[in-house]
């Protein structure tokens, strides 16, 4: 049985004592979820957050990591680093860092390899740009981005990776893809796992949808057979409409 998700992605949101209040403030509201919890924070919030979570339902990951194990690299925070905070997840691949910061296939790779080889779990992101869309070419896109990062993995490493399906067109613009959208495209990524490790490994691999997921549209998405879940950007900053979606799986 896939396990179902509900992880938030604060960004660059809440300096360091508004994200520990946040968190503390989950904690209270999410007590004996449906699902499995994920809140995904700053680096500089991981170890202070670790400590309120960690005899709660909620589990950590951190928005990023870097491509290289140590050494020579100012500003750049390691998956050793994050994996020492207390974090168990990290989230890879977000069209933000794609788009901003020119995170290519090869660089995510490298990224996704060192995530899981620090015993981190990797929430994977992979979407279409609005261009993309129209022209139809969603599944083509989301293949190659799957195939340049994540294919490459073991059966046995593949079991740590969540993959997050973000239509950018979606992210942060009030959009939303229709349900039938998202569940078409969910069951068409789940259609490319199983090419590469089979149908049962397929099955059991979450799916998550994110772009602009929130209390209101969380019940009809998360109703559709191939959609596990969602990764939550802006709702994910307040407790009650995080935890909206939360109760979306009761």
């Known amino acids: 049985m896939r396990k179902k998700i509900v992880a938030g992605n604060w960004?660059?949101?809440k300096n360091l004592q508004e994200g520990v209040a946040l968190a503390k403030e989950l904690t209270e509201v999410v007590?004996?979820?449906n699902c499995g919890v994920i809140i995904c924070t700053p680096f500089i919030h991981l170890a202070s957050v670790a400590e309120i979570v960690k005899d709660s339902a909620?589990?950590?990951g951190a928005e990023n990591c870097a491509d290289k194990a140590s050494g020579a690299y100012t500003g750049e925070?390691?998956?050793e680093m994050v994996k020492s905070t207390g974090a168990q997840w990290v989230i890879l691949g977000h069209s933000?860092?794609?788009?901003y910061y020119h995170e290519t296939p090869e660089i995510l790779k490298e990224k996704v390899q060192l995530a899981l080889a620090n015993g981190l779990k990797v929430l994977f992101c992979i979407?279409?740009?609005?261009e993309e869309r129209e022209a139809n070419r969603q599944n083509e896109v989301v293949k190659a981005e799957l195939e340049g990062s994540v294919f490459n993995l073991s059966a046995e490493e593949w079991k740590n990776i969540v993959i997050a399906y973000e239509p950018i067109w979606a992210i942060g613009t009030?959009?939303?893809?229709?349900a039938e959208q998202a569940e078409e495209i969910h069951a068409y990524i789940r259609s490319c796992v199983a090419e590469v490790y089979g149908q049962e490994v397929a099955d059991d691999t979450t799916i998550l949808y994110g772009g602009s997921c929130k209390a209101s549209n969380a019940p009809?998405?998360?109703?559709k057979p191939d959609i596990d879940g969602g990764l939550i950007g802006g709702a994910s900053l307040k407790a009650a409409d995080f935890k909206g979606i939360i109760d979306a799986w009761k």
């Not at 009809?220 to 109703?223: K, R, V």
């Open 174 to 178: 009030g959009k939303t893809a229709t």
């Open 11 to 13: 960004k660059m949101n």
């Open 96 to 99: 933000e860092r794609r788009e």
């Open 127 to 130: 979407g279409e740009s609005l």
């Open 77 to 79: 925070v390691s998956a």
């Open 31 to 33: 007590s004996n979820p």
């Open 58 to 60: 909620i589990e950590l």
């Open 220 to 223: 009809e998405l998360f109703s």
